[in-house]
């Protein structure tokens, strides 16, 4: 049974850093995508980041490049992303999830192509 776990989320200040990690377990993730969504009251889950493990190819939402960078170890089955200059928007839950047995080069960014979801951590960013 394929387990996701996050850890990391909290209150911090805008401006302020912080470092989110999700470890997998279940089996192995050579082929998958592994990436963030988040969500915040009254608005749809939205894609943040994931990487392809087989190509290592990344990709980031526009609202989040430069500031977020997802790293991970493919032998850990585990993914960080961590966030600099945060603002009150990056505020919400944030979701692991794995997308299984893409082709190399693909990075998905829909929900629906993610069958595994952790529970979420939660974001808290002060102004």
């Known amino acids: 049974q394929v387990q996701l776990v996050e850890s990391g989320g909290g209150l911090v200040q805008a401006g302020g850093s912080l470092r989110l990690s999700c470890a997998a377990s279940?089996?192995?993730?050579?082929?998958?995508?592994m990436g963030w969504f988040r969500q915040a009251p009254g608005k749809e889950r939205e894609f943040v980041a994931a990487?392809?493990?087989?190509?290592?190819?990344?990709r980031y939402a526009d609202s989040v490049k430069g500031r977020f960078t997802l790293s991970g170890d493919n032998a850990k089955n585990t993914v960080y992303l961590q966030m600099n200059s945060v603002n009150v928007e990056d505020t919400a839950v944030y979701y692991c999830a794995v997308a299984p047995l893409l082709p190399h080069t693909v990075v998905e960014v829909t929900t629906t192509a993610y069958d595994y979801w952790g529970q979420g951590t939660q974001v808290t960013v002060s102004s």
């Open positions: 279940g089996r192995t993730f050579r082929r998958d995508a």
């Open positions: 990487i392809n493990w087989s190509g290592g190819n990344t």
